[in-house]
């Protein structure tokens, strides 16, 4: 009997446990986005299934209690979770997974001039994407770079809104501008370079802090940016962006792939900014705004060659026609007149390059570049009128040896030929040969463990012999998920006044040079810290410090004070210092993402131990760019913004006179918003509003007091003593007030 009731209970526990099952169904995705073909299985369980293509799992006949369930896909990480499978019905758990670290690192070029993982590379490089920037869309990649922390475009004239591009704190002239690796953008077109480059054609930004002069040569002294395009074989077939803004400013940018043939493809890119309307919203009778025309013709070919040997030819052509100044100004009756002032600036700009691996049994690749640059400008009745031509070729060889070597080295040869109606060439065109020798070793200690070497030695022919070694240090944790970076480098820079600093060209002041100036050096030292790691609710976090000192001696500075008349330039008799921490923070969880970054640093002069702040440099700056998706709308809100700190500016303030206006500037932000409808998609709709808090620099001027200084008599005809003279130096923050904005693009495959 007992047996018997046994077997009745064994038999009914069976039954039970065939009937007490239920279904798991969910769907993964990493970051909003489906993952097709994704594998979930029960930990632990015989069931298991792989996702469709939009994502979506199902398990049958899940047995009924607590399961640990398992999501995973080559480059991702598998992410556990605890579910209770409930009876005869259906359970549902979705899965967010997240991007490998090592899976997420970019290839980047800029660091070591060769191709290599972001993790890998022992110089730290910071890599921006397009998506980055049409956050904020912007009619030029120098106002674009307005969100990455660290730099700041810095405007060096109120009227014509010339500007460069601040690294750490230190002016244009220090940072280099280099397309696809190409040194094309320096001297006289520094002001200009990175106008004009359309951005349907950019497949990323890399930017280095701190000194490259080692592989880059001069100019590389605070760092560089490098614009990397897009090959043909990954670009769409068309892609078009248009958008407008509410002061009448109208982009457009158009690129297309072309393909000759199986082996020749090429790229075709076409940027046309106009703004035609004059605003004078401070009642100075001068625009706050100049009036712009520019196109920029872009094209880049590849042919396939024989065991994947590159080759490509690329060229870009740039016609700009600026003007900024009095609101009556008419180019027929006043340019280069002394009626009315207006800053008017004709520009044209043509560029080559290229890369050519030879047909040889070693790697060996040839690269060249060239550009003619011709400006017919006039500031009020001054004329400057200028061209350059600069050459440059360089072979390199990369070769690894072994497990622990990977050799650089390059021959590089630079041709520049500068003239102008100026005194600098008065005595015939500037000519510059400059020959160099580089070579950099990066040593693999072991998997943790990289050092790098470098030195490189260049014959400049004015200045003479010229050395920068460097030394890199990279230490990755097991896991890589910690990774600790040390640079020491030292670097060097020829200067031009009139080709780097706008100033010297514009207002009421003369320009007077004390000496011949000699070429300025520097010593850098960077420390850079990244850490990831897992957040909440699977969010991976990305914390990249640094901290940097970079020393000069021999150090050009303009003088705005000794002479309010004046800009004198001299090698500074002492040092310079540029120092100081810098942090960014990247969150990516689900439909949000946010990169914060801020800088804290200290620029200063030290003679005959006075220190003194270099003026036009804040201490502290912030930037933030923070996107969410709401998928019921299919919409992307996306806030942008940076901040800055007081500055010092360059006032009239002598014994004799005080300046009216403020020493300093205030706390300033300018901050962004925008909606697009469609981000992804193969039309998209975006629109918003730029400067929300409409902010100009204007603002912290005591009334009465005109932000230009005598706008009323810009020629000086009948200057009264102590009065302001008119003075467009006197600038720091953007002029454009809150605008509204509407944009469309189309990307076909």
Same mark, same amino acid.
């Given at each position: ?17 065939? $009937? ?27 069931? *298991? ?31 556990e979770?605890?579910?209770?499978v ?13 991007t490998?670290?090592?899976a ?20 730290p ?9 049409q956050?904020?869309?912007? !009619? ?17 004239c ?7 591009i ?20 320096s ?18 930004? &890399? ?9 880059y040569?001069?100019?590389?002294? *605070? ?5 990397? #395009? ?10 078009? =962006?248009?958008?407008?803004? #509410? ?9 297309a792939?072309?393909?000759?043939? =199986? ?14 309307q ?6 100075d ?12 013709l872009?094209?880049? $070919?590849?042919?396939?060659r ?13 016609? &700009? ?33 290229? #890369? ?6 070693e790697?060996? #690749? ?5 550009? *003619? ?8 009745d ?21 497990v ?7 021959a ?11 005194p ?6 500037? &000519?510059? $040969? ?27 022919s ?19 998920w910690?990774? /600790? ?14 080709? &780097? ?7 009421a ?5 004390v ?6 050096? !520097?010593?850098?030292l ?6 990831k ?21 021999n ?5 705005? %004070? ?7 330039? =001299? ?5 310079? /210092? ?21 800088t ?11 220190r ?10 912030? %930037? ?13 809100? =996306? ?12 006032t ?26 469609g ?15 409409? $902010? ?8 009465g007091v ?19 003279v ?20 189309v990307?076909?495959?």
């Open positions: 009997m007992i047996r018997i009731a046994f077997l009745f209970a064994l038999c009914a526990c069976a039954t039970m446990s065939t $009937w007490a099952q239920g279904v798991l169904i969910g769907r993964v995705t990493s970051q909003g986005k489906a993952l097709p073909f994704a594998s979930v299985y029960l930990q632990d369980g015989p069931l *298991g299934a792989a996702a469709d293509a939009e994502g979506m799992y199902r398990l049958n006949d899940v047995p009924v209690q607590t399961w640990t369930a398992v999501a995973s896909m080559v480059g991702y990480l598998p992410l979770q605890r579910v209770e409930v009876t005869q019905g259906i359970t549902v758990l979705d899965f967010e997974l997240v490998r670290p090592e997420i690192e970019e290839v980047v070029i800029s660091g070591t001039m060769k191709e290599v993982s972001k993790l890998a590379s022992p110089v490089v910071e890599v921006y994407s397009p998506a980055f920037f956050a904020n869309p912007t !009619s030029s990649m120098y106002d674009a770079l307005e969100c990455v922390n660290g730099i700041r475009p810095q405007m060096n109120a009227i014509c809104n010339t500007g460069a601040r690294i750490q704190g230190l002016e244009g002239p220090y940072t280099m501008v280099l397309i696809d690796g190409m040194p094309i953008v001297g006289l077109g520094t002001v200009y370079g990175l106008n004009g480059i359309p951005s349907a054609l950019i497949e990323r930004m &890399e930017v280095v802090k701190g000194a490259a002069s080692t592989l040569g001069s100019e590389a002294v *605070g760092g560089l940016i490098n614009v990397i #395009t897009k090959s043909a074989s990954n670009a769409p077939s068309l892609s078009v =962006d248009v958008f407008g803004t #509410t002061w009448g400013e109208v982009t457009a940018d158009l690129a792939s072309v393909k000759i043939d =199986d082996k020749v493809q090429g790229l075709v890119g076409v940027n046309a900014f106009h703004f035609g004059r605003v004078d919203d401070n009642d009778q001068f625009t706050d705004m100049p009036l712009q025309d520019r196109v920029s872009f094209n880049t $070919w590849s042919v396939e024989k065991d994947d040997r590159a080759l490509t030819l690329g060229g870009r052509y740039i016609f &700009e026609d600026r003007f900024g100044g009095d609101m009556d100004w008419i180019e027929a009756e006043h340019r280069g007149g002394s009626e009315r002032y207006g800053e008017s600036i004709f520009t044209q700009r043509w560029e080559a390059f290229g #890369t050519c691996q030879l047909p040889t049994t790697l060996l #690749t040839m690269q060249f570049s060239a550009n *003619g640059h011709r400006q017919n400008s006039v500031y009020g001054v004329s400057y009128i200028a061209a350059q031509r600069i050459s440059f070729g360089q072979l390199t060889w990369d070769k690894s040896i072994g622990m070597h990977d050799l650089l080295a390059g590089a040869l630079r041709h520049t030929v500068y003239e102008d109606n100026t600098a060439t008065s005595e015939g065109p500037s &000519e510059v $040969w400059l020959p160099g020798l580089f070579v950099q070793d990066q040593v693999s200690l072991n998997t943790q463990n990289t050092v790098l070497l470098g030195m490189r030695y260049d014959r400049n004015v200045h003479g012999n010229i050395v920068t070694p460097r030394l890199n240090y990279k230490w990755n944790s097991r896991d890589q910690t990774v /600790v970076r040390v640079s020491a480098g030292s670097g060097y820079r020829v200067a031009n006044i009139f080709t &780097e600093d706008h100033a010297a060209l514009t207002g002041r003369d320009v007077v040079v000496s011949d100036l000699n070429p300025e050096r !520097s010593n850098n960077n420390v850079n810290i990244v850490r790691w897992i957040g909440r609710r699977n969010a991976l976090v990305t914390l990249d410090g640094s901290a940097f000192y970079t020393h000069f001696s150090k050009i500075l303009p003088d705005y %004070t000794t002479d309010p008349g004046q800009i004198i330039y =001299d090698n500074l008799d002492g040092f310079a /210092v540029s120092k100081g921490v810098s942090i960014n923070v990247d969150l990516a969880h689900e439909d949000l993402t946010l990169r914060a970054g801020a804290g640093m200290e620029v200063f002069t030290d003679q005959d131990g006075t003194k702040r270099q003026e036009l440099t804040e201490r502290f700056s912030g %930037t933030w760019s923070l996107s969410y998706h709401i998928h019921r709308w299919d919409l992307t809100l =996306d806030y942008t913004g940076s901040v800055y700190s007081p500055m010092d500016l360059p009239q303030t002598t014994d004799e006179f005080v300046d009216p206006r403020p020493a300093q500037s205030p706390w300033f932000s300018i901050q962004n918003l925008q909606l697009t409808h981000r992804g998609h193969k039309m998209e709709w975006y629109g918003g509003v730029k400067n929300l808090l409409n $902010w100009t620099p204007w603002q912290n001027m005591p009334e005109r932000f230009l200084g005598n706008t009323a008599d810009p020629f000086e005809v009948d200057p009264q003593e102590g009065e302001l008119f003075d467009p130096a006197y600038v720091y923050g953007p002029s454009q007030g809150i605008r509204g904005f509407l944009g469309i693009r990307l076909l495959k």
